[in-house]
C-alpha cells in the first residue's frame, strides 16, 4: 500500500534562513509518481511539482529545490533564503499505477517564515 | 478559464440534515475525487471517479455517497450529517488518475452542529 510521511508536523525559520521540508513514501510499485502541493493560508491547493520514479534528476525553480533519492525513499523540498510569502502549510504525495491509485497526501508540514 | 468550481463555500447544518456539495470542473477530465482536510491529518480521499458512470470508494467513505453521470459534474452528499464530518471538503479533477497534476477547488467548510 501506498503511504507518504512528512514527520515535521510544524516548522519555523527566520525570514532568509534556508529550509528542507522532507518526505519519506513507501509503495511496492516501480512505477509512481510523486507531487508537493503548497496551501497558504488562503487555503487553495497549489501545485508545485511532479516527478516520476524513473526521473531522479534534482529539480531547481527560482528558490525552490526538490531532491529525489530513490535509495532513501525520500522527496525532500528545500527553500533556499526563505520569505514571509513561503509561510503555508506544504504535502508532499504519492501516486502508484498498481490499480489505477489515486494522489495519497502525507499529513502536511506547517511552515512558518518569521521576518 | 473556471477550472473547478466547488459550491457553496461555506455551510452549517445540523445533525441528521442531508445536503449535496456540487463540483463541477470544464477542463474535460476524466478523473474527478473529493477529499476532505482535518488538522493534523491532512488530504484524505473520500470518493473518486475514473469516467462518467464509474465511482469508487476512497479512505473515509462512510457517511457519503457520489455519483458520476456526466464528465463535468461530481456531487458528493452527505446522507445524514454528524458532527464528525465536520470538515473542510475539496473537490479535485485531473486528466488521468495519478498521473496528472490536481486542480483543486477553493473548498468547501462544512459545520455540522
Known amino acids: 500500500a501506498q503511504k507518504v510521511t512528512q514527520a515535521q508536523t510544524e516548522i519555523s525559520v527566520v525570514e532568509k534562513e534556508d529550509v528542507t521540508l522532507d518526505c519519506v513514501y513507501e509503495?511496492?510499485?516501480?512505477?509512481?509518481?510523486l507531487f508537493w502541493y503548497k496551501q497558504p493560508p488562503s487555503g487553495e491547493l497549489v501545485f508545485l511539482i511532479r516527478?516520476?520514479?524513473?526521473?531522479?534528476q534534482n529539480e531547481i525553480s527560482g528558490r525552490y529545490s526538490w531532491n529525489f533519492q530513490k535509495s532513501t525513499s525520500s522527496f525532500n523540498f528545500t527553500i533556499t533564503a526563505s520569505q514571509v510569502v513561503d509561510s503555508a502549510v506544504y504535502f508532499c504525495?504519492?501516486?502508484?499505477?498498481?490499480?489505477?491509485?489515486?494522489?495519497?497526501f502525507g499529513k502536511g508540514t506547517r511552515l512558518s517564515v518569521i521576518a | 478559464n473556471a477550472g473547478v468550481t466547488q459550491t457553496p463555500k461555506f455551510q452549517v447544518l445540523k445533525t441528521g440534515q442531508s445536503m449535496t456539495l456540487q463540483c463541477a470542473q470544464d477542463?474535460?477530465?476524466?478523473?474527478m475525487s473529493w477529499y476532505r482536510q482535518d488538522p493534523g491529518m491532512g488530504l484524505r480521499l473520500i470518493h473518486y471517479?475514473?469516467?462518467?458512470?464509474?465511482?469508487d470508494q476512497g479512505e473515509v467513505p462512510n457517511g457519503y455517497n457520489v455519483s458520476r453521470s456526466t464528465t463535468e459534474d461530481f456531487p458528493l452528499r452527505l446522507l445524514s450529517a454528524a458532527p464528525s464530518q465536520t470538515s473542510v471538503y475539496f473537490c479535485?479533477?485531473?486528466?488521468?488518475?495519478?498521473?496528472?497534476?490536481?486542480?483543486f477547488g477553493e473548498g468547501s467548510r462544512l459545520t455540522v452542529l
Open positions: 477542463m474535460n477530465h476524466e478523473y
Open positions: 504525495a504519492l501516486s502508484d499505477r498498481s490499480g489505477n491509485t489515486p494522489l495519497v
Open positions: 479535485a479533477s485531473s486528466y488521468a488518475d495519478g498521473v496528472g497534476e490536481l486542480f
Open positions: 471517479s475514473v469516467g462518467a458512470g464509474i465511482t
Open positions: 509503495t511496492r510499485d516501480t512505477t509512481y509518481y
Open positions: 516527478r516520476n520514479s524513473f526521473d531522479e
